[in-house]
T-cell receptor
């Protein structure tokens, strides 16, 4: 199994531009999570899906952030418009069941200049 | 709301010594407690976990203990090695609750 696959690995963009992060969970995992990691705030849960349905998006910072999971093998996190304070590492993770251990992707390091 | 507190934030030990990281949780419904290790520039990886029906679990040099009454759980690393240097995260969740709450992390330095 290739694990959780995220793309791109690195993204540098200018303030105001749209950014789309992508995630492919492990086949058979029915829960998917998007996290943001910064030195100041640690690991923050942004949103999670169960069986492709968004369950809790209370961690999404503001309306500039949106996430979708159109099918069991693909999810996107979009930031529009991006701001310098969005600079962070964004991790996608998946798990087999509710409350089980996560497998994290390699992350996307986003830099907004 | 749900919260997981983790201590210490930084821990420095000599190679061969033991390291202990402690966490407390607030949600009494929590019944699953994983620990993740994150090396510099890498993803967090699950290293050991414990469920609420067990008080202790061991895997080679690492062990976890759980005290449900006090809502405490701990990670113990014995005979530490330089490659144990990383950030360690504790977490808590419960089946039916979907999401996992992470602690703030402990940066462990093992000096050779």
């Amino acid at each position: 199994d290739a694990g959780v696959i995220q793309s791109p690995r690195h993204e540098v963009t200018e303030m105001g531009q749209e950014v789309t992060l992508r995630c492919k969970p492990i086949s058979g995992h029915n829960s998917l999570f998007w996290y943001r990691q910064t030195m100041m705030r640690g690991l923050e849960l942004l949103i999670y899906f169960n069986n492709n349905v968004p369950i809790d998006d209370s961690g999404m910072p503001e309306d500039r952030f949106s996430a979708k999971m159109p099918n069991a093998s693909f999810s996107t996190l979009k930031i529009q418009p991006s701001e310098p304070r969005d600079s962070a590492v964004y991790f996608c993770a998946s798990s087999t069941d509710v409350g089980g251990g996560y497998t994290f992707g390699s992350g996307t390091r986003l830099t907004v200049v | 709301g749900e919260n997981v507190e983790q201590h210490p934030s930084t821990l420095s030990v000599q190679e061969g010594d033991s390291a202990v990281i402690k966490c407390t949780y607030s949600d009494s419904a929590s019944n699953y407690f994983p620990w993740y290790k994150q090396e510099l520039g890498k993803r967090p990886q699950l290293i050991i976990d414990i469920r609420s029906n067990v008080g202790e679990k061991k895997d080679q040099r690492i062990a976890v203990t759980l005290n449900k009454t006090a809502k405490h759980f701990s990670l113990h690393i014995t005979e530490t090695q330089p490659e144990d240097s990383a950030v360690y995260f504790c977490a808590a969740s419960h089946t039916g609750g979907f999401k996992t709450i992470f602690g703030a992390g402990t940066r462990l330095f093992v000096k050779a």
